[in-house]
């Protein structure tokens, strides 16, 4: 319909004009405001810092020093460190029991009291390293798990449940020559893997020992995501996470 210009609107035409300054509709305008202004502050100021979810670590259920058995669920609920290597891993070798003590030795002396730790190595030698070998080398650093702040385990699986957990779980990939003499050596790289409470890869280091800093940096912020999961605050780290806000 074409009307005059002294000609009324109808009541359906003043509806549609009026529509744009009605409060129902600054109600929808409003929050969508504040989520553009949320989501480019995130991208510009990146106020929270994440580290990444990698992905998931793989399930388990090997033996350590003291012929307990562990699986990856006795780590559930709290930050796990893990490393790779083997009792006769000595000259040259890519990671050593003793790369792996100096780490456990500041993590003991720097990681906060109320942060739940434990450091885990599996061994790449099921074939050699029985319990008992495990046991009488770890006892050279007088490993105590009953009083340390960070629990060490040394655990050894079958070989084939190892080549799972190892390389199919935690992407790290060795090889063993084919005759077992006892100067034989095992090629792989080195590695360590922070793990979260919820059994997610947060984070890797491919050196024999990570700097100090490094491991800190790392297990402070994933302690400080943990202590604000719930409520306002998580649906800020989820943002944090949704915009790749990463150190």
């Not at 009324?8 to 409003?30: A, E, G, H, L």
């Not at 495990?134 to 105590?144: H, R």
């Not at 491919?206 to 490094?214: D, K, N, Q, Y």
């Amino acid at each position: 319909m074409i009307h005059s210009i002294g000609e009324p609107k109808s009541p359906t035409q003043v509806q549609s004009s009026k529509s744009w300054y009605s409060p129902q509709i600054w109600w929808v305008y409003i929050p969508l405001g504040v989520f553009a202004a949320i989501i480019l502050a995130f991208n510009i100021f990146q106020p929270i810092t994440v580290l990444p979810r990698v992905g998931l670590s793989p399930g388990y259920a090997f033996q350590n020093q003291n012929e307990q058995q562990i699986t990856s669920e006795n780590f559930r609920g709290q930050l796990t460190l893990y490393s790779f290597s083997y009792t006769n891993c000595e000259e040259n070798c890519p990671q050593s029991l003793d790369n792996i003590a100096s780490v456990h030795e500041v993590l003991q002396q720097n990681v906060p009291a109320n942060v739940d730790l434990a450091l885990v190595t599996i061994s790449l030698d099921p074939e050699r390293d029985t319990t008992e070998k495990l046991n009488t080398v770890m006892s050279k650093y007088a490993i105590n798990n009953e009083t340390d702040t960070v629990p060490w385990h040394l655990l050894v699986g079958e070989p084939l449940k190892t080549k799972y957990a190892v390389g199919g779980g935690f992407g790290l990939y060795y090889n063993a020559k084919d005759d077992i003499a006892d100067d034989y050596q095992i090629t792989f790289q080195p590695r360590y893997i922070l793990v979260d409470g919820w059994g997610i890869i947060r984070s890797k280091y491919g050196v024999s020992v990570p700097t100090t800093e490094l491991l800190l940096r790392d297990i402070n912020l994933i302690s400080e995501e943990i202590e604000n999961s719930e409520g306002a605050a998580k649906l800020a780290y989820e943002a944090a996470h949704l915009f790749l806000c990463y150190p």
